[in-house]
């Protein structure tokens, strides 16, 4: 079973910066575009960045200039670095993918929180 897992969440002052990371594990053999999203309390789940296995790169307007999608394939790991956060960030980010060509997979959420 393919399972995605985040971390790097936490509680950051407005400026600030924050790496998240997402790893997928189990049986792969395959990760297609693997992205990141967001859902803040109130608000339907946004799409923050996504990057293909092609290295190809999208992200949300709200997050361009801060924001850097990155994956290291030998580990199946897809990265979000962002800087220059603000309190409209905050929210629960998720990592999604679609693997062995099966999915999308979901990661179980993880919180970032930053305060003005």
């Known amino acids: 079973q393919v399972q995605l897992v985040e971390s790097g969440g936490g509680l950051v002052q407005a400026g600030g910066s924050l790496r998240l990371s997402c790893a997928a594990s189990g049986i792969i053999f395959s990760i297609n575009a693997m992205g990141w999203y967001r859902q803040a309390p109130g608000k339907q789940r946004e799409l923050v960045a996504i990057?293909?296995?092609?290295?190809?790169?999208n992200y949300a307007d709200s997050g361009k200039g801060r924001f850097t999608i990155s994956r290291d394939n030998a580990k199946n790991t897809v990265y979000l670095q962002m800087n220059s956060l603000k309190p409209e960030d905050t929210a629960v980010y998720y990592c999604?993918?679609?693997?062995?060509?099966?999915?999308?997979?979901w990661g179980q959420g993880t919180q970032v929180t930053v305060s003005s």
């Open positions: 990057i293909t296995n092609g290295g190809s790169l």
């Open positions: 999604n993918s679609l693997v062995n060509n099966r999915g999308p997979y």
